[in-house]
């Protein structure tokens, strides 16, 4: 049986349902203000994700390749025809891959079914009798070697062959120098060139508490850190050290 005020509530003429759309663009109003440079909050699209809108300015979202979440999409890309492309490159470098004669076995016969041999083992090929016809073993360090160095040229090649474009995502983001829109990080670059790195001061309670370890031990700043009672905040030695540096030194704290 249904809660009696729910039953009026669905009786009464006057009550809406609530729009979740109209709450939604509500909280994106109050989202606060992108905090950067004038350039960059102009240039800015609230319409697209963080991801796209620095892949817009030319710039790399994550240094990440493998990032969890999976990936977006670019701008203004399909992905059936990037899939499509992929596949064509792959089956173009399979095919480039040169067809290898089998190998003389220890009874000069070919042991072409060898391949799934592991390495240090070895297969045993009997008739219809139960009779040893041939013995077959994994292929030698220096044929792998030999296969291994022409897969590694085949994906060498298939990769200088392959467009720009049809490398991984993540790749081609700001690679082509001639497509990207270099104003914004023109203007960024040059901020932060031309950008003093700001003064950092300490706050008046942490000077009052550096100041009562000064006055209390001077600059032993290792009995400071074994000071139970003043170093509250358990503060190592070290920290304690650049601490004081960043409030001016000993000689700015001592008789505070």
Request: net charge positive; proline share 5%.
């Amino acid at each position: 049986m249904a809660n009696p005020r729910q039953r009026r509530k669905s009786r009464s003429s006057s009550h809406k349902a609530v729009h979740h759309s109209r709450r939604a663009k509500q909280l994106l109003k109050k989202q606060p203000p992108i905090r950067g440079p004038k350039a960059l909050q102009e240039a800015w699209d609230k319409t697209k994700t963080v991801r796209q809108n620095y892949e817009a300015l030319g710039l790399v979202h994550s240094l990440n390749p493998t990032l969890s979440g999976g990936i977006e999409v670019p701008i203004g890309t399909d992905s059936s025809a990037s899939a499509s492309t992929s596949t064509a490159t792959s089956v173009s470098a399979v095919s480039a891959q040169p067809e290898r004669s089998g190998t003389p076995s220890r009874n000069g016969k070919e042991k072409g079914a060898a391949g799934g041999v592991p390495k240090g083992r070895g297969r045993i090929v009997r008739d219809e009798n139960g009779n040893i016809v041939d013995v077959q073993l994994a292929e030698d360090e220096d044929e792998m070697g030999v296969v291994e160095e022409d897969e590694a040229l085949i994906e060498e090649k298939a990769w200088k062959e392959a467009p720009r474009a049809d490398a991984g995502r993540w790749v081609k983001i700001g690679a082509e120098e001639t497509h990207r829109p270099t104003g914004v990080v023109k203007v960024l670059e040059e901020l932060s060139s031309s950008g003093t790195r700001p003064i950092r001061h300490s706050s008046s309670s942490e000077v009052g508490y550096l100041q009562r370890l000064v006055n209390k031990h001077g600059m032993d700043v290792e009995a400071m850190a074994r000071d139970r009672k003043l170093n509250v905040d358990q503060r190592t030695a070290g920290e304690l050290a650049r601490a004081i540096k960043k409030a001016g030194g000993f000689e700015k704290l001592v008789g505070g």
